[in-house]
């Protein structure tokens, strides 16, 4: 289209009715055929911006949500984890429960009465 406008105000010696002519393709153009593309483009533009931000944003509010700093109840090691998931103490390597926002060993309580129990009778071999 550059091309060949200069060219028609050329021929055209009065020039001014070309211009014109020419003035209105190019607003209707602009407001009907390059206004879509236009906006189409700044609409899509706009998405793609604005999807990754809104994306981060879900993405940490989910995190904060769900992430769990705590110490580890064996060995006191402070670490972090998610809900919902068990995650292993990466000091002492104890298989580690969330609950309540806290870790929590998954081991059930009575197994580790039976642990105490054992050492307590192997003290007790060692003192006889
Ligand atoms: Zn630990």
Known sequence: MNNYSPKLLWLNRSGL?????????????????????????????????????????????????????????VCSYEFTGFKGTNSSCPNCGETLEVRNGKFQRITPPGTIDVDVVDVSVKQLDQSN
Request: charged content about 10%; some cysteine; hydrophobic content about 65%.
């Open 17 to 73: 009715g070309c211009f014109l002519n020419l003035l209105l393709v190019a607003i209707l153009l602009v407001s009907f055929g390059l206004g879509w593309v236009v906006n189409g483009f700044l609409i899509l533009l706009g998405v793609i911006f604005i999807t990754p931000i809104i994306g981060f944003w879900l993405l940490r509010w989910w995190v904060k949500r769900n992430l769990i700093e705590d110490q580890c109840p």
